[in-house]
């Protein structure tokens, strides 16, 4: 509390030159938007040279303001409005720097601010791309970069003062504390604008009326650097999800869920089209509806998350002026960029010629599985607002109908994807790939009829989920032994691009997390009661005792903490600490499910409230394989990382580096 | 960000309460079972995208017990469910009913699976079949220059 007043001068200093600094990155975002652009038609070289001196500054300038904001919230500047009402001098540290972007003003900074990054990073590793095309990629970025800086300081300016600071903040939602989700607005923010520099690269190159190999080999790693990012945003909120909320559900088909799923989903399938546009130079046109398509899903996710349009009941962020603006940016870009598709999509001819058996068609395959999936999954989202405006009908679209109606093309793309990742380029022959894999297919196959005749009687879902994630690793290890040649070389292996590597891992990790959730929902366990003190009860041979039952004060919380013992036989396997917390200052409780995470099953407990009898009630699940589905996601993005890394890419980038010092600490 | 109405949401309900209570569950495990089946697939009404199974609303509590009520009473799955939908809505089903318009929900998929496989079939058939020609016939000067570079 002291800093606020002690500090108070340096500090609000430091907040007025923050938002001077974002009214300055906007100027140059308007320039770096407007003079490259005409550079390049014209072919005046000094204008286009412009473009990458102003991405270094708008990203520095952007970065400033930000630090400026995260300033005012780690030294608790209660002078500024948003600093009052999202944060408290009590709070730990994380919190008050992840505080920053933790409400709607500071997310949209932090939005904008990892826009310039990656204009930024264009300008600064994009030595190798012609000096228009580059031009034009960092005006349309930066164009972007604009809309959100007017949206910024027009509807959302975190730098708003307060005419009588008060003497202490409204504090962050407690939920909301917490280092998992510290860290999942970030790195979903990374995932969605990174499609940003795939959506310039598509408008640029449209601009151009060029579309070759090399094109596809620079877009490709910034989708891949996106899609990587959004992977790991959204294993974060799910995991959140899963410890935090309290009764282990990890993806609740939410709206703001699909908001970041249907980007995914899409890039995803960019980042396998854009192969075939580097190594075949097909689907060109398609590749480059994808790319804005994919970033026109993050806009309607930010839309969908920002305007409460889907909440209209409680919404949160029910502010319209804001949700018309994002609508009018949504409208803008990818109404134009699709304006300019229809336009110049006929000069993008396609060269590579190949057979209806081929790791293309394979590809056409996955794009189609991947980009109908995401449309049932937004038509699902948005039914029920057409239900209301056309048919008059208030009805709920909920986890039941996703289930049944988006998991086929997922288990159509599991048992297509091992056949169509061994398939050769051109031509291939189905009869060659389905007799590669016949020691994979019968393997997973008797494993899943296996685990069907243990569990007798169950759903098939657990068995269902063995055989895809079984047939999809061993898939893709059959793919990589096959690389070594008829010899058996294995040495050979260890030789491979790493963009093989990458795609064993990820595909690894798709199948890892395929069966998880099939295992997680079919095997289960669940236990209710009311628990009395120092009696021991059984859940799915377990033994749980409840001990005792404690209040515990935490830095701006009180909790009551149970002790519960977990043994299996005789062998006492951990002691749980499940809570329920209060937060005094918002006035709000929260549950800390205690988890005892394990290989093969997580022991999740969960205390609730004191009964008259003296008893507790506990909620007691084992849920099987739970972290696997994390583990898969994470072997995901580490095969996007493995396959980003590969020689061509750092070739294809050039070798020009960052100054040292260019990018800050923030 | 993407949780954060969720999370309002559900904090600002958030009664010290719990989702199925022990006072709930049923004594024929069998029923009870059926419930918690059928309860998935209801809304808590107040709650945001929730289901009452899940919800630790007040009024998701009352739509637990009444559920099994008529449980209890001898209904079976669809009458439970119809019952509860005459007084609330349809809003209540988490998993949208067939009819009417919502047909157009349940065949979107299907049918945009249809258009993109047909278009992703013309499509792979017209790179199969018309560029074949230009990849394999050479003119007669290329075949003799080809043998040429070969000999060299």
């Known amino acids: 509390m002291a800093a606020g007043r002690s500090g108070g001068y340096i500090s609000g200093m430091v907040t007025e030159l923050g938002h001077f600094a974002l009214i300055l990155a906007f100027m140059v975002a308007i320039v770096q938007m407007v003079v490259p652009m005409v550079g390049a038609q014209k072919r005046w070289t000094s204008w286009m040279a412009v473009a990458e001196p102003a991405a270094g500054i708008q990203f520095l300038l952007t970065a400033f303001a930000f630090a400026a904001l995260v300033w005012a919230f780690v030294t608790s500047d209660f002078s500024l409005r948003l600093v009052t009402l999202n944060s408290h001098s009590a709070k730990p540290m994380l919190y008050k720097i992840s505080g920053t972007w933790g409400n709607h003003e500071g997310s949209m900074l932090l939005w904008v601010l990892i826009v310039t990054l990656f204009g930024a990073m264009a300008a600064w590793f994009g030595g190798g791309l012609p000096p228009a095309l580059k031009a034009r990629v960092l005006a349309v970025q930066s164009a972007i970069a604009v809309a959100f800086f007017a949206f910024i300081l027009f509807t959302s300016n975190p730098f708003l003062r307060l005419a009588v600071p008060p003497f202490d903040g409204q504090d962050l939602n407690p939920l909301l504390q917490d280092p998992g989700l510290a860290f999942h607005p970030p790195f979903l923010y990374l995932g969605y604008v990174g499609l940003s520099m795939a959506f310039s690269f598509a408008v640029a190159a449209l601009i151009e009326g060029r579309v070759d190999a090399a094109w596809g080999r620079w877009v490709r790693p910034w989708t891949l650097a996106a899609w990587i990012f959004l992977t790991i945003g959204i294993a974060l909120g799910s995991w959140w999800a899963y410890y935090e909320l309290g009764w282990g559900g990890f993806w609740f088909w939410d709206p703001v869920e699909n908001a970041s799923f249907m980007p995914w989903l899409l890039a995803a399938a960019l980042l396998h089209s854009a192969i075939v546009v580097e190594k075949r130079e097909a689907l060109k046109s398609w590749t480059i509806l994808l790319a804005i398509l994919a970033f026109g899903f993050s806009l309607i996710g930010t839309f969908i998350v920002r305007s409460g349009l889907l909440t209209s009941v409680h919404a949160f962020a029910n502010d319209p002026e804001r949700g018309v603006f994002i609508l009018i940016i949504l409208g803008v870009f990818t109404g134009g960029a699709l304006t300019l598709f229809a336009a110049r999509a006929q000069e993008m001819e396609a060269k590579g010629v190949f057979s209806v058996v081929s790791r293309e068609s394979a590809l056409v395959l996955n794009n189609i599985l991947l980009a109908v999936g995401c449309f049932v999954v937004f038509f699902g989202t948005l039914w029920p607002i057409m239900a209301e405006m056309f048919f008059d009908r208030k009805l709920s679209v909920g986890a039941p109908f996703f289930n049944a109606a988006f998991t086929p093309f997922m288990v159509a793309l599991g048992l297509a994807l091992p056949l169509g990742a061994i398939l050769p380029w051109k031509r291939g022959r189905l009869g060659r790939a389905v007799y590669a894999l016949r020691y994979a297919f019968f393997l997973a196959l008797a494993l899943a009829i296996l685990v069907w005749a243990l569990q007798s009687g169950r759903s098939a879902m657990g068995p269902v989920g063995l055989f895809l994630g079984a047939w999809i690793t061993f898939g893709a290890i059959v793919d990589l032994w096959s690389r070594t040649g008829r010899a058996g070389n294995f040495g050979r292996i260890l030789r491979l691009p790493r963009a093989d590597w990458g795609k064993a891992v990820a595909h690894t990790g798709l199948g890892v997390t395929m069966f998880a959730i099939a295992g997680l929902m079919a095997w289960e366990v669940e236990d209710i009661r009311v628990a009395r003190l120092g009696e021991p009860f059984e859940v799915g041979g377990f033994t749980l005792t409840l001990e005792k039952v404690e209040r515990v004060q935490g830095p701006n919380y009180f909790s009551t903490m149970g002790s519960v013992i977990l043994e299996k036989g005789d062998r006492q396997v951990a002691v749980l600490n499940p809570e329920k917390r209060e937060y005094p200052v918002s006035r709000m409780p929260t549950t800390e499910a205690a988890i005892d995470y394990r290989f093969l099953r997580d022991v999740y407990v969960v205390i609730g409230d004191r009964q008259d009898d003296g008893g507790w009630t506990v909620r007691t699940y084992i849920k099987p394989f739970a972290n696997w589905i994390w583990a898969g996601s994470l072997l995901m993005a580490l095969g996007g990382l493995l396959s980003l890394s590969d020689r061509r890419f750092r070739v294809a980038a050039g070798a020009r580096q960052a100054p040292a010092g260019g990018v800050p600490a923030e | ?152």
């Open chain 2, 1 to 152: 960000m993407k949780r954060l109405i969720l999370i309002l949401i559900v904090s600002l309900l958030a009664t010290p309460l719990w989702a199925v209570q022990p006072d709930e569950v049923l004594a024929d495990p069998v029923l009870e079972q059926r419930a918690r089946d059928l309860s998935k697939g209801l809304r808590c009404l107040v709650c945001r995208n929730e289901s009452i199974d899940e919800s630790n609303a007040e009024l998701a509590r009352d739509l637990r017990l009444l559920l099994r009520e008529r449980l209890v009473a001898g209904d079976s799955d669809t009458q439970a469910i119809d019952y509860i939908v005459d007084r609330y809505g349809e809003y209540v089903l988490l998993k949208p009913t067939t009819t009417g318009a919502n047909w157009l929900l349940w065949l979107a998929g299907p049918l945009m699976l249809l258009v993109a496989a047909g278009m992703g079939w013309a499509f792979v058939r017209g790179r199969s079949v018309a560029a074949a020609p230009a990849e394999e016939v050479l003119s007669a000067e290329e075949q003799e220059r080809l043998r040429r570079i070969l000999e060299e």
